[in-house]
C-alpha cells in the first residue's frame, strides 16, 4: 500500500523559505510510469498545482509559481523536496505531496501539512 | 492556460436521490478529466480519470461522462459519507494543470 508522508515546519516567517520533504513507503520513486508532485490548498479554497518532479530530475512548474519554486528528488532516500522562496501570507496553506499517473492525474495523495507563513 | 468552471457552487439534494455535476472546460480538452472527492480535513481522493473511469475502489454509484468541453459527475443513491467537496481537473495541456473550484454537495 503507498503511503506518501509530509514533513517540514508548520510556520514561516515571511521572506523566508518554505521547506518540505514527502517520503515515499511502500513502493519505489524510481518507477517509470510516475511523476511526483506538490499541490496546495489555501485555508477555504480550491486546490493549486505547484508542480512535479520525474525520477530522472525532469520538474514542471506552474508558471506563477516558477521563478520561486523548486523541486529535488532523491531516489536513495525515496523521498522529493519542495522549496518555495520569497514566501508571504499569500503562500499559507495546506501542502499535498502527490503521485502523479503518467503526468496526467493525482493517484495517490499524503494527508496534508499546514503550512503558516507568519511573523 | 485550461480554465475550468464547475457548477453549481452549492448543491441541495435529499439522501437516496441522483447529484449530477457540472464541469465546464475553456478549450477542449478530449477526455483528459479527473474528477476528486475531499472530505472535511481530508486530502482528495481520486474518483474518476480519462472523464468516465473508476479509480480503484469506487463504489459504482460514481460515473463520469463527457468530451470534449463539458463534463458530468453523477452520483446515484446518495449516502451520508457523499456529501462533502468534489473537483475536476484537466491534464489535456499542462503546465499547468488546472483545477475547478469545486461543488460542495449539501443534504436537502
Known amino acids: ?8 515546519p508548520g510556520l514561516v516567517k515571511p521572506s523566508e523559505t518554505l521547506s518540505l520533504t514527502c517520503d515515499v513507503f511502500g513502493g519505489s520513486i524510481s518507477i517509470t510510469s510516475y511523476f511526483w508532485g506538490w499541490i496546495r490548498q489555501p485555508p477555504g479554497k480550491g486546490l493549486e498545482w505547484i508542480g512535479n518532479i520525474y525520477y530522472s530530475g525532469i520538474t514542471h512548474y506552474d508558471p506563477s509559481l516558477k521563478s520561486r519554486v523548486n523541486i529535488a528528488i532523491d531516489t536513495s532516500k ?8 520569497a514566501v508571504t501570507a499569500a503562500d499559507t496553506a495546506v501542502y499535498y505531496c502527490v503521485r502523479v499517473r503518467s503526468g496526467s492525474y493525482f493517484e495517490h495523495w499524503g494527508q496534508g501539512t499546514l503550512v503558516t507563513v507568519s511573523s | 492556460e485550461i480554465v475550468l468552471t464547475q457548477s453549481p457552487a452549492t448543491l441541495s439534494v435529499s439522501p437516496g436521490d ?7 472546460a475553456s478549450q477542449s480538452i478530449s477526455s483528459n478529466l479527473a474528477w476528486y472527492q475531499q472530505r472535511p480535513g ?7 480519470y480519462g472523464a468516465s473511469t473508476r479509480a480503484t475502489g469506487i463504489p459504482a454509484r460514481f460515473s463520469g461522462s463527457g468530451f470534449g468541453t463539458d463534463f458530468t459527475l453523477t452520483i446515484s443513491s446518495l449516502q451520508s459519507e457523499d456529501f462533502v467537496v468534489y473537483y475536476c481537473q484537466q491534464y489535456n495541456q499542462w503546465p499547468p494543470y ?5 461543488t460542495k454537495l449539501e443534504i436537502k
Open chain 2, 18 to 24: 441522483r447529484a449530477t455535476l457540472f464541469c465546464r
Open chain 2, 42 to 48: 481530508q486530502a482528495p481522493r481520486l474518483l474518476i
Open chain 1, 78 to 85: 525515496n523521498n522529493f523536496s519542495l522549496r518555495l522562496t
Open chain 2, 98 to 102: 488546472t483545477f475547478g473550484q469545486g
Open chain 1, 1 to 8: 500500500q503507498l503511503q506518501l508522508q509530509e514533513s517540514g
